[in-house]
């Protein structure tokens, strides 16, 4: 049994909470997982920014922000695995939409993934890594749908 939240913390009415879990509920199956748990929560660009500050002492706006606990071991409680908090600029993600010239749909589908990966353990600090994540986004986006194209 899995159990993956969903908030919405800012006024914005976009967000599509039962479609983010079935994207999550796709990406769990795809990387053979379960009894794990973790949040996602949507934010506005103050509270990332504010987010980014106080953790990662960088003082600027960011779109996902990933607060894994299993930096070093699993953490298990009650049989769950615990992997950690995904927080999603809905603001930032807008623009970044705007930016590549595609649906608000496939950047908060990117950044649920991108931040999900994170909490596994997936990293892009080399190009090998990075090239191994990328390639891990792409494969569960699309086999779930969210295509990358140009509105």
């Known amino acids: 049994m899995n159990i993956i939240e969903v908030f919405n913390e800012t006024n914005d009415s976009n967000i599509d909470k ?5 994207l ?4 769990l199956k795809h990387e053979n997982l379960d009894n794990v748990e973790f949040d996602i929560i949507f934010v506005n660009n ?21 607060f894994a606990l299993e930096d070093y071991q699993e953490v ?4 769950i695995r615990v992997l950690g908090d995904i927080y999603i600029s809905i603001d930032k993600a ?11 749909i496939r950047e908060i589908s990117f950044l649920t993934i991108h931040g999900f990966l ?3 353990g997936y990293d892009h600090m080399n190009k ?21 194209e140009k509105k």
């Open 18 to 22: 039962k479609e983010i879990k079935k």
């Open 24 to 27: 999550i509920k796709y990406a």
């Open 46 to 66: 103050t509270t990332i920014k504010k987010l980014n500050k106080e953790y990662r002492n960088i003082d600027k706006v960011t779109d996902v922000l990933t």
């Open 76 to 79: 298990i409680y009650d049989k």
């Open 94 to 104: 807008k623009e970044q939409a705007f930016e590549y010239e595609h649906s608000f």
């Open 118 to 120: 994170h909490l596994l």
């Open 128 to 148: 090998t890594d990075e090239k191994n994540m990328f390639k891990k986004q792409e494969e569960i986006l699309n086999g779930y749908g969210i295509k990358r």
